[in-house]
């Protein structure tokens, strides 16, 4: 029975997958979607510390298994408020960002004031949040380069103020404190112009538009790419472009994507992720890493 004080969504053996941008993935045993970020916090006082929690945001990075997530799956889509600015001088501005903004709009948030440094979130589609926690980047930009400061809530739903001395934070990892999720962050950015700004935007999204496939169920790249390569370079030379398993490719545009071709499996996905990286490791002697954020494997 749902406390009587929540206002959120809560179901039962919910289907995950409407909710990925791969649409794949099982039930969750409980799945709950918060009303406010009040709610949110009451919300975590009412789980279990021997339950399992799950946050899910956009679903853009994730693969969920075809049996689902044992425990609560936390469906984190608060609305979030447009940025603002925190500080400022001649040089560079402090910007504070709710988690649950997606990333596109931050960086025209950023073009219309003429701020560098947030271009390469225009091509990522997923929220602050899942950047934050896995220090995503694109076209050498990286997340955590530019925070100043994250605020957290834990299982108690208690907030605190955390700083980038207390992470942990590599190439697309991220390690800090135990059960606590992101809910803003403070940015710097530096001072350019606006058309400068816009231009870079533009150049960005139109570059992915031309290598990347679009408008298909994806997560976006499944693999880290290695020192001084590129994963798409490698799984191409390997002749794998098209590569089918059940019913999902690797893509013929971008060789880093993996695409549902309408009736996919999380067990067709991860065979052919455990294809692309043996046959990688025997031509080329190099170990993929997945990028990929694997749920209830």
């Keep these: 029975m749902q406390h009587k004080s929540l206002r959120g969504l809560l179901k039962l053996n919910e289907p995950l997958g409407p909710y990925t941008s791969w649409r794949i993935g099982g039930p969750a045993d409980k ?3 918060p009303a406010d970020s009040q709610d949110l916090a009451e919300f975590l006082k009412t789980v279990s510390i021997e339950e399992p929690l799950v946050w899910l945001g956009l679903g853009s990075n994730v693969l969920i298994h075809d049996n689902g ?3 609560v799956v936390l469906h984190n889509l608060l609305p979030a408020g447009e940025p603002t600015i925190i500080t400022e001088n001649q040089e560079k501005k402090v910007i504070h960002i709710d988690a649950g903004l997606p990333c596109a709009k931050l960086a025209k948030y950023c073009a219309k004031l003429g701020l560098l440094g947030a271009e390469f979130f225009a091509g990522i589609p997923g929220t602050i949040g899942g950047v934050l926690a896995m220090n995503a980047g694109a076209w050498g930009g990286e997340t955590w380069s530019l925070v100043k400061q994250v605020e957290v809530i834990n299982r108690k739903g208690e907030r605190h103020i955390r700083y980038p001395s207390d992470y942990t934070i590599g190439y697309r990892k991220v390690a800090g ?3 606590e999720w992101f809910v803003s962050a403070n940015f710097q ?3 350019g112009d606006v058309q400068q700004a816009t231009q870079k935007v533009k150049a960005l999204l139109r570059q992915r538009n031309v290598s990347q496939p679009i408008g298909v169920f994806s997560c976006g790249s499944v693999f880290q790419n290695p ?10 030379a390997s002749h794998l472009k098209g590569f089918t398993i059940g019913s999902v490719q690797i893509s013929e545009k971008h060789a880093n994507f993996i695409i549902n071709l ?4 999380a067990t067709d996905v991860w065979q052919l992720i455990q294809h692309i990286q043996a046959v990688v490791r025997k ?3 190099i170990d993929l890493q997945t990028e990929v954020r694997l749920i209830g494997f």
């Design 31 to 33: 799945y709950y979607r």
């Design 283 to 285: 031509d080329h002697q």
């Design 69 to 71: 997530v044992r425990g």
């Design 177 to 179: 404190p135990q059960d």
């Design 189 to 191: 950015f530096e001072m």
């Design 227 to 236: 020192n001084n390569d590129h994963a798409a370079r490698l799984i191409e």
């Design 262 to 265: 309408g009736n996919a499996r």
